[in-house]
Nanobody
Framework: QVQLVESGGGLVQAGGSLRLSCAASGRTFSRYAMGWFRQAPGKERESVAAITRSGGSTYYADSVKGRFTISRDNAKNTVYLQMNMLQPEDTAVYYC????????????????????WGQGTQVTVSS
């Protein structure tokens, strides 16, 4: 079992920045690929970014490339999402998730395969 707790959400003006954190407890953190997902009101959940178990490879949705950066610190059991140049369309609840069933260098972006989820943190970007 893995417990994930997100933090760092809030209200920010367009063009601003936020850094989300997701602290994990339970099973060995380095055995999980990690992903960030978001869901806006009335919309389906979408993958935002993901990172391999070692942190050596990353994935970004086209909508956030060049603005968001995912990283992880396995010593601290934490994954981060640095969000810069935020826009109103980034407003959503952001979730981190852990994917146990992957190889060392594998990233999967389909949320249905992720094993554990955090409770989410709200990000609101005002125009």
């Amino acid at each position: 079992q893995v417990q994930l707790v997100e933090s760092g959400g809030g209200l920010v003006q367009a063009g601003g920045s936020l850094r989300l954190s997701c602290a994990a407890s339970g099973r060995t953190f380095s055995r999980y690929a990690m992903g960030w997902f978001r869901q806006a009101p009335g919309k389906e959940r979408e993958s935002v970014a993901a990172i391999t178990r070692s942190g050596g490879s990353t994935y970004y949705a086209d909508s956030v490339k060049g603005r968001f950066t995912i990283s992880r610190d396995n010593a601290k059991n934490t994954v981060y999402l640095q969000m810069n140049m935020l826009q109103p369309e980034d407003t959503a609840v952001y979730y981190c998730a852990a994917d146990f069933s992957t190889g060392l260098h594998t990233i999967r972006v389909d949320g249905r395969v992720y094993d554990y989820w955090g409770q989410g943190t709200q990000v609101t970007v005002s125009s």
